[in-house]
């Protein structure tokens, strides 16, 4: 199983959760790539990090909105959302390739990972972008989105995602933030979820119901509450449970 954080994700002399404390736990690091969040001096100094301890990089593209921290939808044109998301891999790939690393997966952000998930035009876009920049790229996303069918049809490889500290709704869909029941805090929850997530392939939704969750990655927020505690409970929880933890994209 992989284990992933969004890191990076500070602005200036702003940081948000702690990067350093999360590559020492995580396997694959969603670097943010400036437009959500995220700067230069942070790409560098978090893939530098990240290449040191042997943690995939993968770019996390989001929405030109530093203000709204990438979850406010924004209703964009086809190609401009293509050429903005390739803006944003080419960035982080050129601080990775200062160290003799290259960007390994894309991974969208908040509103655009929403909207990606049932919009057919902001779901092609991405995957024209990763097609155009680089065909051998994985796509993290949610299982059966709208991302994840154009995707396979595209030819690339889709890897499933799961979220041990997020709800979910029955239908398999999360609970939008906004609504109670978006986050799990408890970190020994979390790591319960994790576990059954890479062992039983399901998970507990808000109403009771278990429904499958078949993924190869499990994603934990950087800038959730305890977000290293939880992320420490899950490592240790999975290795508890005999799960071998490495990252997905080679």
Same mark, same amino acid.
């Given at each position: 199983?992989?284990?992933?954080?969004?890191? #990076?994700?500070?602005?200036g002399i702003?940081?948000?959760g702690?990067d350093?404390?999360?590559l020492?736990?995580?396997t694959?690091?969603?670097v943010?790539?400036?437009?959500?969040?995220?700067? +230069?001096?942070t790409?560098?100094?978090?893939?530098?990090?990240?290449?040191?301890?042997?943690?995939?990089?993968?770019?996390?593209v989001?929405?030109?909105?530093?203000?709204?921290?990438?979850?406010?939808?924004?209703?964009?044109?086809?190609?401009?959302?293509r050429?903005e998301?390739?803006y944003?891999?080419?960035a982080?790939?050129?601080?990775?390739?200062?160290?003799?690393?290259?960007?390994r997966y894309?991974k +969208?952000?908040?509103?655009?990972?929403?909207?990606?998930?049932?919009?057919?035009?902001?779901?092609a876009?991405?995957?024209?972008?990763?097609?155009e920049?680089d065909?051998?790229? +994985?796509?993290?996303?949610?299982?059966?989105?709208?991302l994840?069918q154009l995707?396979?049809?595209?030819?690339?490889?889709?890897?499933?995602? #799961?979220?041990?500290?997020?709800?979910?709704?029955?239908?398999g869909?999360l609970?939008?933030?906004s609504?109670?029941?978006?986050?799990?805090t408890? +970190?020994?929850q979390?790591?319960e979820?994790?576990?059954?997530?890479?062992?039983?392939?399901?998970v507990?939704?808000?109403?009771?119901t278990?429904?499958?969750c078949?993924v190869e990655?499990?994603?934990?927020?950087g800038d959730s509450?305890g977000?290293?505690?939880?992320?420490e409970m899950?490592?240790?929880?999975?290795i508890?449970a005999?799960v071998?933890?490495s990252?997905?994209?080679?």
């Amino acid at each position: 199983m992989d284990l992933n954080a969004d890191l #990076g994700e500070g602005f200036g002399i702003w940081r948000l959760g702690d990067d350093e404390a999360l590559l020492d736990l995580v396997t694959s690091a969603n670097v943010a790539c400036g437009f959500h969040g995220g700067d +230069p001096s942070t790409m560098r100094r978090v893939s530098e990090a990240a290449v040191r301890r042997g943690v995939a990089v993968g770019a996390q593209v989001g929405y030109r909105d530093l203000a709204g921290f990438g979850r406010r939808h924004i209703a964009y044109d086809f190609a401009e959302l293509r050429d903005e998301v390739t803006y944003q891999l080419g960035a982080l790939d050129a601080f990775c390739r200062l160290f003799r690393a290259r960007v390994r997966y894309l991974k +969208p952000h908040g509103a655009l990972y929403h909207a990606a998930a049932s919009e057919e035009s902001q779901a092609a876009a991405l995957v024209a972008a990763v097609n155009e920049y680089d065909d051998q790229l +994985p796509v993290l996303c949610s299982p059966g989105s709208m991302l994840a069918q154009l995707a396979v049809g595209a030819g690339l490889r889709v890897v499933a995602e #799961g979220f041990a500290d997020r709800g979910y709704l029955p239908t398999g869909m999360l609970v939008p933030r906004s609504a109670p029941g978006a986050l799990v805090t408890d +970190p020994e929850q979390v790591a319960e979820r994790a576990v059954r997530m890479a062992t039983e392939r399901t998970v507990v939704a808000v109403d009771g119901t278990v429904i499958p969750c078949p993924v190869e990655s499990i994603c934990l927020h950087g800038d959730s509450p305890g977000a290293v505690a939880s992320a420490e409970m899950v490592r240790a929880a999975l290795i508890d449970a005999g799960v071998p933890l490495s990252p997905f994209a080679g």
